[in-house]
């Protein structure tokens, strides 16, 4: 197993690229959300200025649905099917709001970013002749490009969900910068016990629930924000937001994929477990908090559906499913010393 | 685990009193019953199961690291008894941890009882009946057909290949298709539920009947038999295993390898064994060679055998002053994981001492360190993990080592006391690679050599570990059904036009055509059936729909996951 080390460089110039371009791309959205609350405030947007185009019957792949920037407007274009088609210019063609531009804009510079953030993961892999995830600078940059990718499907399927760009990526960045700073490992090897193949199936199952639960925790917290705003009137810019059923669908979706994902992540680990070190489930800290998030996603799916917990508090418990998967990953691999304590870190 | 229904107000009168006392006993048995399995009750259970759990992260463990268990109650003297009191370092077998999942689970039985009832029932109910007004379902839409409804319920029966189907009659000529789709969705929910009760019993079937233990053999040719407990280092037995009826079976480990990067960092392990099983042993066949390796253990007869850790021997041979030789190699302990730098005592008495005080005085024991690649010089450190230049740093003591007191000793060092006693007394220091010897006063020599390698073997015996995969892979399939199949229903209502009446579509005249309503209703997950219903209207209403609407979505309170309850308990 020979490490490429010059091309194990270069993978890191294409991480720091992917955040860089991540990072301009979170401030496109940063502006089109500025520009949404001058338009909200400025009331007098014109009726004529048209609101809400639904493209075609709306179910075409591929046709972007513009999304009205009154927020009033956006709780009900946010449903299954997009508000019906309003005026249009003589070209057939809306006139798009700046801010819509901006936000498209973000879009497709993640669009790029996620295009760096593979190459970064493909040429470490082949730097290192191995999956690119056998350490937490590997794992980190793993699950944020399957957080990413989370995102842009979800944005494929609810183009009107554009809007949440900023707040998807803002977690993202923080975690790559962490990833690239004190998480940082060259390319290595790794030690005998990851030679299996289950490293491929394990983590790589890991990362990908992990990924797509970073994107249901990002929703829960909105959805949270944005139902106190409801409720009180409070934090004014949250009621930019899509509406709080939207946010609450999303994250139970997201959660709804990403589960039996993450049950077989923990089966496979299991699995693993039992050739590697003789049983298939001992306690080790990281099985400990990979069982208590598993039980906290049970029990927030169970809460979506139980009278008097839906809302505010199953969003609460899937927000404390994502502390606990955090938790997970840095607590338990940088200070708890335990048999997943492979980190690289040090 | 089920909703929670609101007992119905007692309005039968008031009982005699003579009866009153065990109908009380029956109303709070019912209640408690009725709480217990309440959906609220099992929601709470489960997150006190997470938070019981969660000390586990923090807090060190017994079972998977006793090491540093000890090391924490070195670290908190005061916190650490009280801790241990309420089971904090046993976390995982304490009684208040399995009160919680315990409780949890009679709740999920009192839950899945009812509702596999209910399912099993379902499979023979009808579907429902078509609504009278069509128009108020989220998914609607009419149209006209110019064939007679006959026609166009045997052509929505074609369409709807797949679905639960009933067709059915009402007054005037007008037939009505009402059909379900996904009720694999409440089989998937159960199938995951009854796996986790499946894999709770296989796991304690596995901690009743199963064990586990840990012995130390010489990489030459020695030969371990798993005969009873004393054949083990450590032995950790299930509740009901005595150690007395082990299944035979012996392994004989002939060599182990291991492979190291430049740098040091290890690359495999490998170890060249022999077993003979019960079958073997007793026809006297010859043993089956195998290979253990890291992630990949022998496997044979229900038995698992793992390559868990490995080190150094060195071979030390004592020539005593009246020409009679003693040759011993025995394990010692690596103290630098990257370096194998070990230490460790190898412990001679001399032969053909009868009389328990001179052999107290003449016991020998070779300690120090030893480097597999020895750094040279005059303190002897080791470079690589390899065997390329072993040495030895040898203090050697003579006197009593201790051995009669009836104190454990570790094999790994001498009884430190018996120094400070001056029983015990350094009587040479010398670094020496294999070959060379040393020479004590009283003319013993002492030669290294050579190095042996030995293996830490771990043998498990798990009886119900394949049952509990078995039942890994089914909640795997039972939450993926219960997650991603869709309950769906959808309506048809045909009415016959009256006879020659004009359709309005195409102009044409029709003897028997039909105005077609549809409707759709997601049990389970608006998100998706609104396309699937389009799908619908344009395979059946092909001309130009009448009408047509979709309400907003909301959230229905069917929506749910695994947890997906639309019936009492």
Not at chain 1, 159 to 163: N, V
Not at chain 1, 233 to 240: E, S, V
Not at chain 2, 523 to 527: F, P
């Given at each position: 197993m020979n490490v490429d080390a010059p091309l194990g460089d270069f993978g890191d110039v294409l991480f720091y690229s992917a955040l860089a371009v991540y990072i301009l791309a979170m401030l496109l959205h940063a502006v089109e959300h500025g520009m949404l609350r001058r338009v909200a405030s400025a009331e007098a947007v014109p009726a004529a200025v048209p609101a809400a185009v639904g493209a075609g019957g709306g179910d075409e792949p591929g046709t972007t649905t513009v999304v009205p920037d009154d927020p009033a407007a956006g709780d009900d274009a946010a449903g299954d099917d997009p508000a019906p088609a309003g005026p249009r210019t003589r070209d057939g063609r809306p006139p798009r709001p700046a801010s819509e531009r901006f936000g498209r804009m973000g879009v497709s510079l993640t669009v790029l970013g996620l295009g760096l953030h593979i190459a970064m993961l493909v040429v470490r892999g082949v730097a290192a002749d191995r999956p690119p995830w056998g350490n937490m600078y590997e794992f980190v940059a793993a699950v944020t490009l399957v957080g990413v990718l989370a995102w842009l499907v979800v944005l494929f399927r609810r183009?009107?969900?554009?809007?949440l760009g900023v707040f998807v990526l803002l977690p993202v960045i923080v975690l790559m910068m962490l990833g690239g700073t004190v998480l940082y490992t060259q390319t290595a090897p790794v030690v005998p016990a990851l030679h299996s193949y289950w490293l491929a199936i394990h983590v790589t199952a890991a990362v990908i629930s992990s990924g797509i639960l970073l994107f249901a925790g990002v929703a829960s917290v909105l959805y949270l924000l944005r139902s106190v705003h409801d409720s009180?009137?409070?934090?004014?810019?949250?009621?930019?937001?899509?509406?709080a059923a939207v946010l609450d669908r999303v994250a139970y979706r997201a959660t709804a994929v990403a589960f039996p994902i993450w049950t077989f992540a923990v089966i496979a680990g299991a699995i693993w477990a039992e050739a590697a070190w003789g049983r298939y489930w001992g306690w080790d800290p990281k099985e400990t908090t990979a069982f208590i998030a598993w039980v906290v996603y049970a029990g927030y799916l169970h809460a979506r559906s139980t009278a008097g917990w839906r809302g505010r508090k199953a969003a609460a418990v899937n927000v404390v499913g994502f502390a606990v998967m955090s938790f997970n990953l840095f607590f338990v691999n940088l200070v708890v010393t335990g048999l997943h304590s492979y980190a690289g870190v040090g | 685990m089920t909703q929670t229904l609101k007992s119905p107000p007692d309005e039968s009168p008031e009982p005699p009193a003579g009866r009153r006392w065990w109908r009380d006993l029956l109303a709070l048995a019912r209640n408690t019953w009725r709480g217990l399995t309440s959906m609220r009750t099992a929601l709470i259970l489960l997150f006190l199961l997470a938070l019981a759990a969660l000390p586990g992260a923090f807090l060190p463990q017994r079972g998977p690291s006793p090491q540093a268990v000890q090391d924490y109650f070195t670290a908190h003297p005061t916190l650490a008894p009280l801790l241990d009191k309420i089971g904090i370092f046993n976390l995982f077998s304490t009684p208040w941890f399995s009160a919680v999942y315990l409780l949890l689970f009679i709740s999920l039985v009192g839950c899945l009882v009812p509702r596999t009832w209910e399912q099993i029932q379902g499979l023979r109910a009808r579907t429902v009946a078509v609504p009278r007004n069509l128009s108020r379902l989220p998914h609607h839409a009419a149209g006209t057909d110019p064939r007679s409804p006959d026609d166009v319920v045997a052509d929505t029966r074609r369409r709807l290949r797949g679905w639960k189907l009933d067709v059915r009659e009402e007054p005037d000529g007008v037939r009505t298709v009402s059909a379900e789709r996904g009720a694999l969705r409440e089989v998937g929910n159960l199938v995951f539920h009854m796996s986790l009760l499946a894999l709770l019993i296989g796991i304690a079937v596995g901690k009743l009947f199963g064990y586990e233990g840990d012995v130390i053999v010489m990489a030459d040719g020695s030969e371990f038999c798993n005969s009873g407990i004393l054949s083990y280092d450590t032995f950790r037995p299930g509740l009901q295993v005595d150690g007395t009826n082990l299944d035979p079976f012996c392994l004989d480990v002939d060599r182990f390898d291991a492979q190291y990067r430049p740098d040091g960092a290890p690359e495999s392990y490998r170890a060249d064994v022999r077993y003979s099983d019960a079958a073997q042993i007793a026809d006297g066949a010859a043993p089956t060679p195998a290979t253990i390796q890291v992630n990949d253990p022998l496997r044979f007869d229900g038995e698992r055998v793992y390559l868990i850790d490995h080190g150094y021997a060195p071979q030390f041979t004592v020539t005593f002053p009246d020409g009679q030789q003693r040759t011993q190699a025995i394990q010692w302990e690596p103290v630098n994981p990257s370096t194998f730098l070990s230490q460790g005592a190898t412990k001679f008495d001399r032969p053909g001492v009868t009389d328990d005080a001179t052999r107290r005085r003449t016991q020998l024991a070779i300690t120090g360190l030893f480097a597999p690649t020895s750094s040279g010089g005059g303190v002897v450190t080791s470079t690589y993990p390899a065997l390329t230049a072993p040495e030895v740093a040898a203090d050697v003591y003579r006197g009593d080592l201790g051995l009669d007191s009836g104190k454990g000793q570790s094999?790994?060092?001498?009884?430190?006391s018996m120094v400070d006693q001056g029983?015990?007394?350094?009587?040479d220091r010398q670094n020496l690679v294999p070959g060379q010897s040393l020479t004590l006063d009283d003319g013993t020599t002492i030669r290294f050599d050579a190095v042996k390698q030995w293996v830490r073997l771990q043998v498990s015996h798990d009886p119900a570990q394949d049952a509990v995969l078995v039942a890994a892979i089914a909640l795997l399939v039972g939450i993926t059904l219960s997650l991603t199949v869709k309950r769906r229903r959808f309506w048809v209502r045909a009415t016959p036009t009256a006879p020659?009446?004009?359709?309005?579509?195409?102009?044409r005249t029709v003897a028997a055509g039909s105005s077609v309503e549809l409707g759709g209703l997601a049990?389970?997950?608006?998100?998706g059936y609104g396309e699937e219903f389009d799908r619908l209207r344009t395979d059946l209403l092909p001309d130009r729909p009448t009408s047509r609407h979709e309400t907003p979505p909301r959230t229905d309170p069917d929506e749910a996951g695994p947890g997906d309850h639309g019936g009492s308990g």
């Open positions: 183009p009107e969900l554009r809007r009180n009137g409070r934090m004014a810019w949250t009621a930019k937001l899509p509406g | 094999i790994f060092g001498i009884d430190q029983r015990l007394v350094r009587v020659g009446a004009r359709s309005t579509t195409d102009g049990r389970t997950d608006q998100a």
